[in-house]
């Protein structure tokens, strides 16, 4: 157990819909990485947050948007959803001050759209 | 940005015998070098690292190897058992920058 929670586990929806995932970091981290991870494209850097504000933004499409909260869980809003969206969704956190150091993966959030 | 290429995307090897995977990046400037495992149904899980200061790095039956001057740097797996198989992912980063995964070798162990 990594200590990163995600929910939820499994997601069906429909194209044009609108869901949101959630995560809860390690107790302490501050900082929260999202990846998508697709068949053929691995483990694809969406965005991060530290302590409530954006830190870095990687490959999210518009239609995505993410926030962190005051007790540091994050959410992943996808919108208007499309079947190429269906993906495994991973958080990610990380122990405070340390750059280079090992990144904590929760166990991911699957979406398929139909 | 940064760009990690990686191969094989699968491989195959018999109980016992050893399994490299290999990876380059794109990016001199990039400093810390992990390797994550993926088993089915699991996040990524990181099982060995390397930072730019060293040229190898060894834990147990798990050795990483980094070569600065020609940016590619390698995940070496001894005496493999079925419980090796899984996907494995290298990735890059340089500072607080997120990581950049390569797009993962599955290893599959046969007994």
């Known amino acids: 157990d990594s200590g990163v929670t995600q929910t939820p586990k499994h997601l069906i929806t429909a194209t044009g819909q609108r869901v949101t995932l959630r995560c809860s970091p390690r107790?302490?981290?501050?900082?929260v990485y999202w990846y998508q991870q697709s068949l053929d494209q691995g483990l694809q850097f969406l965005i991060q947050?530290?302590?409530?504000?954006?830190?870095a933004k990687g490959n999210i499409l518009e239609r995505f948007s993410a926030q962190q909260f005051p007790d540091l869980h994050s959410e992943l809003n996808l919108s208007s959803l499309e079947l190429g969206d269906s993906a495994l969704y991973f958080c990610?956190?990380?122990?405070?001050?340390?750059?280079?150091?090992?990144?904590?993966f929760g166990e991911g959030s699957r979406l398929t759209v139909l | 940005g940064e760009n990690v290429e990686q191969h094989p995307s699968t491989l195959s090897v018999q109980e016992g015998d050893s399994a490299v995977i290999k990876c380059t990046y794109s990016d001199s400037a990039s400093n810390y070098f992990p390797w994550y495992k993926q088993e089915l149904g699991k996040g990524p899980q990181l099982i060995i690292d390397i930072r730019s200061n060293v040229g190898e790095k060894k834990d147990q039956r798990i050795a990483v190897t980094l070569n600065k001057t020609a940016k590619h740097f390698s995940l070496h797996i001894t005496e493999t058992q079925p419980e090796d198989s899984a996907v494995y992912f290298c990735?890059?980063?340089?500072?607080?920058?997120?990581?950049?995964f390569g797009k993962g070798t599955r290893l599959s162990v046969i007994a």
């Open positions: 947050y530290y302590n409530g504000e954006e830190r």
């Open positions: 990735a890059a980063s340089r500072g607080n920058t997120p990581l950049v």
């Open positions: 990610a956190s990380r122990t405070p001050g340390q750059g280079d150091s090992e990144l904590f």
């Open positions: 107790s302490g981290d501050l900082s």
